[in-house]
């Protein structure tokens, strides 16, 4: 039995292997049945599934949740927001806002069905935090707008089991919140 034990995680270590060299990440949990239910399985493309947010001493925070693992993102400062794909504009109250771009990623699943249950267009009342959007699900790339009333001090970071992306923005000087 320890030889058949030994030669399962030897040909699961040689396929892991193979897949990323061929540029496919694959995990295999220790422990792993030879049939894994599709449930357990992280899908191929990051999906974006929430979208939280909250105020705390010093700050407010933007939490992103993502099925999978966190794909590269991109946060940058925009003068608008506007809906991908028809260049619409995000009607979210603010002077300054936060584009933030994950790729590749997704808000649906492969059959195109929603699986992202986050704010779509929602006011916020936090003391930097004035309002959330969904701008994107295209093309592999999943789009969140955050608006601002003051220039927005931030820092991003990840966290893990669940996976999610993190933002948190600093309160402005002065600020009692």
Not at 14 to 30: N, Y
Not at 41 to 69: C, E, K, L, S
Request: hydrophobic share 40%.
């Amino acid at each position: 039995m320890g030889d058949v034990m030994h030669h399962r995680h030897t040909l699961a270590a040689v396929a892991a292997g193979i897949l990323l060299t061929a540029g496919i990440g694959a995990t295999i949990p220790a422990g792993a049945s030879d049939s894994p239910s599709r449930a357990s399985t992280p899908p191929a493309t990051a999906q974006v599934v929430n979208t939280r947010w909250g105020g705390h001493t010093g700050f407010d925070r933007i939490v992103i949740d993502i099925r999978g693992a966190v794909p590269p993102v991109t946060v940058r400062q925009a003068s608008a927001l506007h809906y991908d794909g028809s260049g619409q504009r995000v009607p979210l109250a603010g002077k300054y806002f936060l584009e933030i771009a994950l790729s590749p990623a997704a808000a649906h699943d492969d059959n195109g069905r929603n699986v992202y249950q986050g704010p779509r267009l929602l006011k916020v009342h936090l003391p930097t935090l004035k309002g959330l959007a969904l701008t994107g699900d295209f093309e592999g790339v999943v789009t969140i707008g955050a608006a601002f009333d003051t220039k927005p001090a931030f820092k991003t970071f990840t966290l893990h089991s669940p996976e999610r992306l993190v933002v948190d923005i600093a309160h402005p000087v002065g600020c009692r919140a």
